[in-house]
């Protein structure tokens, strides 16, 4: 099977990240340092020398990348200063945009201005659909159900909750394709799929491999964060009828104290992001790509308008709820239409499925080692 070079493949990745491994002279020291690499996968010097050469094939079917966290001790003692962390985060950036079939991560990642007026075109669109067709304006009083009918907006949840599954599902089946058909020589028979088919909801949960890391704080950081995002997600896409309602419950009803955490939890993750990004203090955030800054800015306006509609109800304030609640709505889809299947987002499906189809790959490559070893011969 003949192998593909491509001499603009540098360049090409270079538009997703500070990648600067033209100064690495693969001596080895970022595998040995990484708590992460593996005789199997022996990131992030295999990368970086698939890089350089511009086998942009191999790359593609490569699943490593996903494996590591951005702990950043490789960069930190890398003799050349090639920045290997920031190498495998600008890998992990052009993946999305290979595995996007719609093309439109490649926009985003590669630039300012699709990214941004995307999203300033679809809020656009959601204050023109609330300004065209929202209920009846009660003035005497706060009714968000009357203005925004309950039923009709949790219709409009279904359809976004299936618009994302059906793109990122189609993604992962394309990094399927990639990285199982296209770069696995082993067979690898159904049952083994569904038998390491717990890694998936496990280490998209967990994020197991990323505590394993010298600092845990960046992991307690992003499953604290995590943890506020899947909450507030699944209140709006099983339980908003009983979350967007008129009644005012009590401060001990857990309705309110769930909406808390998960407010908390995202204000304090994204707030974290940002801070450490402005900062700049830790090798995560020494670099910030566009992508990095849109998506936690984006989750804490739609947190603090959320903040804003809940403050305005309680206190009574009918148009002043009403306002409020169209903007919340206006920055909370783009984020999810957009950035879930297309940006940054899109990692916390990505890195799972790369978990498990590395566990796959392996044991079906361990089982047929095994298989073809000659069967001792007894006297």
Request: proline share 6%; with cysteine.
């Amino acid at each position: 099977m003949s192998t593909r070079v491509d001499p603009n493949l540098l360049s090409e990745i270079k538009e997703y990240g500070d990648v600067n491994v033209e100064a690495c002279f693969n001596c080895g020291n970022c595998t040995a340092i990484c708590p992460l690499a593996t005789d199997e996968t022996p990131f992030p010097r295999n990368n970086i020398r698939l890089l350089q050469i511009g086998l942009e094939d191999r790359l593609r079917q490569n699943v490593d990348p996903w494996l590591c966290y951005y702990c950043g001790d490789c960069s930190e003692t890398c003799p050349r200063g090639a920045e290997p962390a920031e190498a495998q985060m600008a890998l992990r950036r052009w993946l999305t945009a290979q595995y996007d079939w719609t093309g439109l991560a490649q926009k985003f990642y590669t630039s300012i201005v699709w990214e941004v007026g995307s999203i300033l075109l679809l809020s656009i669109f959601i204050i023109l659909i609330f300004a065209l067709f929202h209920g009846p304006i009660v003035t005497d009083q706060v009714e968000l159900n009357t203005f925004a009918p309950v039923h009709i907006i949790h219709i409009g949840d279904w359809m976004m909750a299936g618009f994302l599954l059906f793109f990122l599902l189609s993604n992962v089946l394309r990094m399927y394709t990639f990285t199982m058909r296209q770069g696995t020589k082993a067979k690898i028979p159904l049952s083994l799929y569904l038998a390491e088919a717990w890694n998936i909801p496990y280490q998209f949960v967990t994020q197991k491999r990323w505590s394993t890391c010298d600092d845990e704080r960046p992991w307690i950081d992003h499953m604290i964060l995590v943890s506020g995002y899947v909450l507030m997600l699944i209140i709006i896409v099983f339980f908003l009828r009983w979350f967007q309602t008129d009644n005012i419950y009590p401060w001990y009803h857990p309705q309110r104290w769930l909406g808390y955490y998960a407010t908390i939890a995202l204000l304090y993750g994204a707030g974290r992001a940002i801070w450490g990004r402005i900062r700049k203090n830790n090798q995560m955030h020494r670099f910030s790509h566009p992508s990095d800054w849109i998506f936690p800015i984006l989750l804490i306006l739609v947190t603090l308008s959320g903040i804003l509609v809940h403050s305005f109800r309680y206190i009574g304030w009918p148009l002043a709820t009403y306002y409020t609640y169209v903007i919340h709505l206006s920055m909370l889809v783009p984020m999810l239409i957009l950035e879930v299947p297309f940006g940054k987002w899109s990692h916390l499906a990505y890195r799972p499925v790369a978990i498990y189809f590395q566990e796959v790959r392996q044991k079906a490559i361990a089982r047929q080692a095994a298989e073809a070893e000659p069967s001792p011969i007894v006297v």
